[in-house]
């Protein structure tokens, strides 16, 4: 049974830092592309960054030079940093798998979620 567990989140300050951490069980972050999404109330579900199989690194535009993503073969977790955070950066981040050979910014594109993490931006 796949299972993926996020941590990291919380209340950060603007311009502050944040390291999101997903923890996965029951399979290998090595054999799927691992993205990480967010949400906000009344938003629907946007794709943040991906790293595929064979290790390349997507973003979206907002967060491209800021955030960075990156997997821990040894560890089975996919890690998302999260620098000069600004408050539109806040919102329920979740981690999710999708199998195949290629990312994804589609929400229903990924075979598996986390629950999610709240992080939030704020003075």
């Known amino acids: 049974q796949v299972q993926l567990v996020e941590s990291g989140g919380g209340l950060v300050q603007p311009g502050g830092s944040l390291r999101l951490s997903c923890r996965a069980s029951?399979?290998?972050?090595?054999?799927?592309?691992i993205g990480w999404l967010r949400q906000v109330p009344g938003k629907e579900r946007e794709g943040v960054a991906c790293i595929s199989v064979g290790g390349t690194p997507v973003y979206t535009d907002s967060v491209a030079g800021r955030f960075t993503i990156a997997r821990d073969n040894a560890k089975n977790t996919a890690d998302l940093e999260m620098n000069s955070l600004k408050p539109e950066d806040t919102a329920l981040y979740f981690c999710a798998v999708r199998s195949g050979y290629f990312c994804s910014t589609q929400e229903y594109e990924f075979n598996y979620w986390g629950q999610g993490i709240q992080v939030t931006v704020s003075s």
């Open positions: 029951g399979m290998s972050v090595n054999d799927y592309n």
